[in-house]
């Protein structure tokens, strides 16, 4: 339903089966880079009409509140966006209170994004919401350090697999890992994720970089280093997704400088069954429906637009 | 979600073309008309995430990449269109200040939350400086047709190349950091004077960080309630990347959807890092 | 001399010691980005004259000759480049009698770049340039898998450690380790670089990315996968040459999407000692000359530019 | 390093600015002229690596980003005039056929190697497919000059929106594809009668790599020496990326330093992956 109301045509392609969950089209926003509560205060009931997305994935949620980091958080790159956001949210209790109850009024299923700074505060987050029927998938983002071992969680095999032995059996809602780019060996980090029972795989989240301040020659970002996105990394990107569809059998949500139906269907090509659309969404809110309708009639006629 | 009225006026979903049909010089200034027959009138305070449709990109440093932010200087009623003041500080102003009329914006608003009248019969004092005079253009509009009689406009200007800004203002008074225009000095030493003079007063200021901090401290140490129109780099414009913050008594707010106007009570300090420049 | 040479002002900046080689500014080629020789034949005695660089690095030279990827080798990226070359080169013997007589005389001092797929390989090329006069320093490029281990060394902490351990003793040479950005921990690898006595670290080598055939949907690249360069990864490179600068005490050479002085400039601000340009040469040959005068001109001001 | 006397007209070291004169329309194609007062004249074959100085990005895609090679059309001497054809494919050509009088260009060239004169007494005959025209409307001129009475020169084009790309070399024979305009088939059946009729030729060919083939074959068939103009993706234009070669018998070369004229004995194909569109 959502594909058609999105644009007024037919849904963008056959529907896809994602983890069980049927979803109108292949196209859903990268988490973090789509408030759909702050969007419909400014686009108001047209947002849930035309809903860009085939599901839609929340903000990373961790365990206490966080206010995120200092400004500036936001740097240019180019043909990229680098920022240092932070994570803020309201955390678990705020989350469930306040954004649950309006992200399940939203026309599509309903992902997750959750990270934990230990494997016991992963554990509690996915406890906390294997009861809520509003939430259709979890998403682990394990872009960062362990507090206990130092170790960036999604760069290790070893602790990922330990992850996901920890918190596979909490729930039996399809649980996605997101990968970090900044690794040696990618794929390896998916076979462990996978054979701890992953039911899907997401990638990529953003390459760290760094800008100066233009004047003082000071780190230009709050919090020092930032994450990079946009067109600039989609190369890299691809690369990595490919590689990952040839090393696991789970599905996979590939992202990564999507701007256009072509850069989406590239994605499918590499082997994706889902494509995220993030930093796009800055510069066209409404995005995900127009590459939604692009990848629609490429995959309607299986040949090149350009 | 609530569906209670909302507190703006709010934005077509997606971006839309606007035809530019005009860009006119004032000193270092471009005003830039566009037509935009798919959008609502704005408030004054209201903004614009703009870019050029064509060739946004390939300039300094390989930028601009993501659209820029712009209050709105006038939208007559009645007809459909726009009125931007830019100034040229890096890729993506200079990109917007070179197109001419026939050139196409792709734009998405209006964004963000406006001003409001003032409160029990207070006069409103608008207080800008540089480019930051854009938002008082609009809303001096508004104010008289609303019929506030004594509406006072002060306007401050680096020096004589950027003072005919205050064109677009008429009845404006002018003071430059130079003096080579107007009163020799800041436009908040006109802003002491008028609160001296008559302290019922409500103020709207938008400006540089530093000016905007000055009126906010002056405001805050005589109990005027000021509305300040802050400014912050952006990525989006309509809440969802988080960027755009600025510190508050209760925490970070984003100013694209809960400002750019805020209650000057409501900020420690008006000099945002980043913000501006 | 160069710099003078190279624009008709004064040298850009003062001169600099790079392991106690003395250069007239900090901007050097990145390898494989400039063939002095074939440039010769383009520009004639021009190039000579006003030669952009302070130390000229040759592409990277492995034992037997090879002929690199099939075509096609090339990829435009938003704002870069991406490239499965695949080394080619005349191997040690060709370049010792060909290439070697000719870069010798370029009026600046001589860096080879070499890599071996064992670390018996890249101890012969040690061994072979180190006796060398014409050859003033070693860059290893160490982005390659040991065929022996499978692990790419430049990777792994402890193969750049075993490898340093194992060419170290045969030179007094500088040797340049030069790292991989497709590591989850470079400055670690740094750091077993420079303890194994690594003179000096250069970073940052290609982005591993990945373009499909616009209509056969096919990988583009003869090699399937290349490297990403240019201003796409600038703030990648940034990232990366700050925290190397801050753990190890050796002279950093910099690179990534070095365009204009004012990037170079970042680069020694994060604590780089030399700048190396790359895919900007392609867009302008003497882009080297350019932004060490710009360099100048940051360094004698310290101000920023822009 | 070998300072024997060049095989090419060398380019002056680095980057410059080359004004545009003029743009005009043949057909689908592009005709830029710019006034490059600190360049050398080139040969015929010889090309420059071209980029708009202004505004090279930011087009589909997020491209162009690196310059891209084009064929002197024509330099007359005397002048500081050259000439392009330039067909509009893709970012970077839709770009510079957007630029007009005024614009400028940033440019490198001449580089590579050119055409040579025929061997003992042979007629020149040459063979043009679509944009590949270029290189030889500048060798006509200068075989005429060099007074070779029958130099034949056949040219092919999709369809009639593109055969008036022939009006640039007066006298040429035309074949479209379609028929819309001259003999209704390939130009290498024109080139085919014309060896069939005599034999002691020698063919200077330029354009798609399928009709480049087809004139090595044509050519090896016949033991008639064949001098080719390659296209591939590049990079540099100098030989500095390694990244346009092409196979021949004796291994991969790079088409900007060894090229991009080549002679067909030394190609086992002209059909190279992701050479020309
Ligand atoms: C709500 C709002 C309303 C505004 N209204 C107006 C208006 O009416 N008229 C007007 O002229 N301007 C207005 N602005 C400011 C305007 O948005 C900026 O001037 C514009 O974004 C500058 O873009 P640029 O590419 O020209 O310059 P930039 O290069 O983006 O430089 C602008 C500032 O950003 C910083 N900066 C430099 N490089 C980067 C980078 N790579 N990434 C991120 N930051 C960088 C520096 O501090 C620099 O001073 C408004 C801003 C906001 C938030
Ligand atoms: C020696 C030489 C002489 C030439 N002379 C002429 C001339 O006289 N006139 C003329 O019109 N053209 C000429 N060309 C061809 C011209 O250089 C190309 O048409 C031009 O580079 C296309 O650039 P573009 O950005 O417009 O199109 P692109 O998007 O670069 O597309 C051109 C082809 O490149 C491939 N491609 C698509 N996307 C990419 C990408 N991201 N990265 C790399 N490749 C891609 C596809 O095969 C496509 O068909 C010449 C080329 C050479 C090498
Ligand atoms: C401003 C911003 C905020 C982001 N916040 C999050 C986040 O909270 N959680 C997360 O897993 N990824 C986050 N990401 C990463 C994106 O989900 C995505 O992985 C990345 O941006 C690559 O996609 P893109 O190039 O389409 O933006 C964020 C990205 C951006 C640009
Ligand atoms: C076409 C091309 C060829 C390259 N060849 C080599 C090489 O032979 N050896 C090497 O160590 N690095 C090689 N590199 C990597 C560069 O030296 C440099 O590390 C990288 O391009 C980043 O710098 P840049 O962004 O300025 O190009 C090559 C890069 C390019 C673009
Ligand atoms: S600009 Fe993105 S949240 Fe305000
Ligand atoms: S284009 Fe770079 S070597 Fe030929």
């Known amino acids: ?306 | 979600m609530s569906t209670a009225t909302s507190d703006r006026v709010q934005a077509p979903f997606g971006v839309r073309r606007a035809r530019v049909t005009a860009a006119e010089s004032y000193g270092a200034y471009t005003v830039l008309r566009a037509s935009d027959p798919a959008g609502p009138r704005p408030q004054a305070g209201q903004f614009y995430m703009l870019r050029a449709a064509e060739r946004w990109g390939g300039g300094e440093a390989e930028r601009p990449f993501l659209p820029r932010a712009f209050s709105v200087l006038r939208a007559p009623a009645g007809g459909d269109e726009l009125q931007f003041l830019i100034e040229d500080v890096g890729p993506g102003t200079a990109r917007l200040c070179e197109l001419e009329a026939g050139a196409e914006l792709a734009l998405v608003g209006p964004l963000g939350i406006g001003f409001s009248a003032p409160r029990d019969q207070r006069r409103p004092l608008l207080v800008g400086g540089g480019v930051g005079i854009a938002p008082l253009a609009i809303w001096a509009d508004g104010l008289s047709r609303a019929a506030h009689p004594e509406c006072t406009v002060l306007l401050g200007f680096r020096d004589a190349a950027h003072a005919p800004g205050a064109e677009l203002i008429p009845g404006a008074v002018v003071a430059t950091d130079d003096g080579s225009a107007g009163h020799h000095g800041l436009v908040t030493e006109l802003l002491a004077a008028e609160l001296d003079s008559d302290p019922h007063a409500e103020v709207y200021a938008c400006g540089p960080p530093p000016m905007l901090e000055a009126v906010r401290a002056l405001c805050a140490g005589r109990d005027i309630p000021a509305q300040l129109a802050l400014e912050s780099g952006m990525a989006c414009g309509f809440g969802a990347c988080f960027g755009c913050v600025v510190p508050t008594v209760d925490g970070y707010i984003r100013i694209c959807v809960d400002g750019p106007v805020i209650a000057g009570a409501r900020l420690k300090t008006a000099l945002t890092p980043g913000a501006g420049h």
Chains 1, 3 share one sequence.
């Not at chain 1, 990229?80 to 599509?108: F, R, T």
């Not at chain 1, 076979?191 to 953003?206: C, D, M, P, V, Y």
């Not at chain 1, 256009?260 to 994706?272: H, I, K, P, Q, S």
């Open chain 1, 1 to 306: 339903m959502t594909a058609t109301a999105a644009n007024g045509r037919p849904p963008a392609g056959p529907a896809v089966d994602f983890c069980g969950i049927e979803l109108a089209h292949p196209i859903i926003n990268a988490s973090g880079t789509f408030d759909a509560i702050a969007a419909r205060r400014a686009f108001g009931e047209e947002l849930i009409a035309r809903f860009p997305f085939s599901a839609f994935v929340s903000k990373t949620v961790t365990l206490a509140p966080r206010q995120g980091n200092p400004p500036p958080r936001l740097w240019e790159v180019p043909a990229g966006l680098m920022n240092s956001i932070g994570l803020p949210n309201k955390g678990l209790e705020g989350y469930l209170a306040h954004d649950l109850p309006e992200l399940a009024q939203l026309p599509v299923p309903l992902i997750v994004n959750v990270m934990g700074f230990s494997r016991d505060e992963v554990a509690e987050l996915v406890t906390a919401f294997a009861s809520r029927d509003e939430v259709a998938a979890l998403e682990l983002n394990v872009s960062c350090p362990n507090v206990e071992t130092g170790l960036v969680m999604g760069a290790d095999p070893g602790e990922v697999a330990r992850l996901m032995r920890t918190v596979r059996p909490l729930t039996d809602k399809p649980l996605i890992v997101k990968l970090t780019p900044n690794a040696s060996d990618v794929p390896a980090v998916a076979r462990a994720a996978a054979e701890e029972g992953a039911s899907a795989l997401s990638l990529i989240n953003t390459l760290r970089g760094m800008a100066l301040h233009p004047v003082t020659g000071e780190p230009w970002l709050g919090g020092s280093t930032g994450g990079v996105s946009g067109p600039a990394v989609r190369a890299i990107a691809l690369a990595q997704v490919h590689s990952v569809c040839a090393a696991v059998d789970v599905p996979v949500i590939a992202m990564g400088g999507v701007a256009r139906g072509r850069d989406a269907w590239e994605f499918l090509l590499a082997g994706a069954t889902l494509v995220a659309v993030g930093t796009e969404s800055f510069r066209d809110p409404a995005a995900g429906a127009r590459i939604a309708a692009e990848v629609g009639d490429l995959t309607a006629k299986a040949t090149n637009p350009v």
